[in-house]
């Protein structure tokens, strides 16, 4: 167990947390999230995107919201705008990539503890037309009845005695992320010959995505809708004019799906090299007023860059999340 793991346990165990967190400070904390599932995880896709369960997830919502003034978009922007200030604890609650899960078993809860949050969707895959490849990556490697493939030069155990090599899975997700979005078909053709598998149906993925009336049904109830872009391709592999379809056809898709403006766009995968000053500058131009990044980090105070804000993925031990959220500058 790590130092950090250790010293959450013993803050949580011996009743420091409750104390410390009744502290003043003034700051702003955006959580971050992808997919809820209820217990005990059991996927074809790729895992790496189950962060929470849905028992975990309560409990973290029910902190936050004890502990925190939890802001919705909207009072985000007046803060921005000199309409308001930013005192006190605050929190914003924020979900990436559209999934079902996120109306099915996240929205329950926040509806039923009142917590506003944001929820940011790539359109082209609640349309089923660009299927997302780290769950099809994910799908392949499971289902394939080889122990080992060979992929990009590199040979990768995948399975031992029926047991999944998670370690495979996140190796080759690196590859696809670290690669020309041109170049993402080819890689998948080419890992579909390595694992003699095929591809998940369209029709299977599609399911695992929220529909366009539930997006606009929970854009009514509390629930702030943001861009992930048109196909979640990660922005600074893009050329400019690219990045500009990305970001602009998707504001105009989602407003007129939900019939109401939107001003947030979260940048796909979100990490330094995922985005860049000119993903920031075209954002703004085509008339986003914040653009959120998946870096991890808090906010001191708003003079932050609207188009850079950072987020945190809570851990799932209920120690430690509490800690990163009352000490996130050690945690």
Not at 11 to 23: C, D, E, P, Q, Y
Not at 148 to 163: A, M, N, P, R, V
Not at 219 to 225: A, E, F, L
Not at 255 to 272: F, H, L, N, T
């Amino acid at each position: 167990m790590g130092k950090k793991n250790l010293l959450a346990n013993f803050l949580g165990r011996s009743g420091a947390l409750k104390l410390i967190v009744k502290f003043p400070t003034t700051n702003l904390i955006v959580f971050n999230y992808h997919r809820i599932y209820t217990s005990p995880l059991c996927t074809q896709y790729d895992e790496g995107v189950f962060a929470h369960s849905e028992d975990i997830f309560l409990a973290q919502m029910r902190w936050i919201k004890e502990n925190f003034n939890i802001l919705r978009e909207s009072e985000l922007l007046d803060i921005f705008d000199d309409k308001a200030t930013l005192t006190g604890r605050n929190a914003m609650i924020t979900f990436d990539d559209g999934y079902v899960d996120n109306y099915e078993l996240a929205y329950p809860i926040l509806s039923d503890l009142k917590i506003p949050a944001t929820f940011f969707i790539p359109c082209n895959q609640i349309e089923g037309i660009t299927p997302p490849w780290w769950d099809q990556i994910s799908y392949l490697l499971k289902t394939s009845k080889k122990q080992t493939i060979l992929f990009q030069s590199t040979e990768f155990k995948i399975s031992d005695d029926g047991e999944m090599n998670k370690q495979a899975i996140n190796d080759i997700l690196r590859i696809f992320k670290t690669s020309p979005v041109i170049d993402i078909p080819s890689l998948l053709k080419y890992l579909v010959k390595s694992c003699e598998a095929p591809l998940p149906e369209l029709i299977d993925l599609s399911k695992q995505f929220m529909s366009w009336s539930q997006i606009k049904e929970v854009s009514s109830n509390n629930i702030t809708i943001g861009s992930h872009t048109m196909n979640h391709n990660i922005l600074a592999n893009l050329n400019d004019n690219e990045q500009v379809s990305e970001l602009k056809i998707s504001k105009s898709v989602i407003e007129s799906k939900i019939d109401r403006s939107i001003y947030s766009v979260a940048y796909p995968v979100g990490g330094p090299t995922a985005f860049n000053k000119i993903t920031k500058e075209i954002a703004k131009d085509v008339g986003y007023k914040i653009g959120y990044s998946f870096i991890n980090g808090y906010h001191q105070d708003c003079t932050m860059d609207k188009f850079e804000i950072r987020r945190v993925e809570l851990n799932q031990n209920i120690n430690f999340f509490k800690a990163q959220t009352i000490l996130p500058s050690i945690f």
